[in-house]
Nanobody
Framework: QVRLVESGGGLVQPGGSLRLSCAVF????????IGWFRQAPGKEREGVSC????????YYHDSVKGRFTISRDNSKNTAYLQMNSLKPEDTSVYYC??????????????????WGQGTQVTVSS
């Protein structure tokens, strides 16, 4: 059974850091790209970052470039999102998703076929 499980969210002050993890089960992580999305209350889910199956391609939404870093460890079946210099507007539920392909194809949710349950990130003083 395919599952993705996010962890690492929490409450952090502006300027702080968090590292999200996405542990995957039921499929070989090395075969697929992984994306991170976020959804704030009352807003649509938006793509944040994506990494190709072996990490050779990484992509970021303009709003997080230079602050967030996506990575993966296929031997641990886990992908990560390191978030630095966090801002209140980063407050959202963060989700990881399995791309249908080995490469990133943008942030169209139709290109993703499995999702985690999400982890809450709150940036507030």
């Amino acid at each position: 059974q395919v599952r993705l499980v996010e962890s690492g969210g929490g409450l952090v002050q502006p300027g702080g850091s968090l590292r999200l993890s996405c542990a995957v089960f039921g499929f070989t992580l090395e075969q697929y790209a992984i994306g991170w999305f976020r959804q704030a209350p009352g807003k649509e889910r938006e793509g944040v970052s994506c990494i190709s199956n072996r990490g050779g391609g990484t992509y970021y939404h303009d709003s997080v470039k230079g602050r967030f870093t996506i990575s993966r460890d296929n031997s641990k079946n886990t992908a990560y999102l390191q978030m630095n210099s966090l801002k209140p507007e980063d407050t959202s539920v963060y989700y990881c998703g399995k791309v249908k392909y080995s490469v990133c194809t943008g942030y169209d949710p139709q290109q993703y076929d499995d999702w985690g349950q999400g982890t809450q990130v709150t940036v507030s003083s």
